[in-house]
């Protein structure tokens, strides 16, 4: 009887410490996104950059097809984003964060690009992973919608 009253008390801490901790680690990954608009706002590719996974089997998939690589997706965005102009105001809208595993989480959302060349907008959908304490993007989907 006394372990059944244990458990009883036990569980719904447990319980609350788990979700305390995926509230913490949502809050950490909506930092992540705040990060990067902030510095696309800025002008800073360097600092968006610092959000994502600097690693070969970074992968990026967008309307020019798979890209693997911290590197490539740089060069890309570079490419695709040449001034200031291209860069423009970027407001992220989060729809959704949910936990993987322990140390890794999808973001589904929309981007709004509003700038002088043109604006653009669309979905992505990221997969976050904890890599040496900190949440980086491993993966982006991202596409236009017209």
Not at 41 to 52: G, R, V
Not at 77 to 91: D, I, V
Request: charged share 25%; glycine share 6%.
């Amino acid at each position: 009887m006394k372990k059944v009253l244990c458990l009883l008390f036990v569980l719904p801490l447990f319980c609350v410490a788990q979700t305390s901790n995926e509230q913490e680690e949502r809050a950490a990954i909506a930092q992540v996104l705040s990060t990067q608009q902030t510095a696309w706002n800025n002008f800073d590719i360097e600092l968006f950059m610092e959000t994502y996974w600097k690693s070969d089997e970074l992968t990026f998939y967008g309307s020019a097809g798979v890209i693997k690589g911290w590197q490539s997706t740089l060069e890309r965005y570079k490419k695709s984003y040449p001034t200031q102009e291209h860069f423009g105001h970027l407001e992220f809208v989060t729809n959704d964060i949910s936990k993987i595993n322990d140390d890794a989480y999808t973001v589904m959302g929309e981007y709004h690009l509003t700038r002088p060349v043109g604006d653009i907008q669309g979905i992505f959908m990221l997969v976050l992973k904890k890599i040496d304490g900190a949440w980086k993007i491993i993966a982006d989907t991202s596409c236009k919608v017209e």
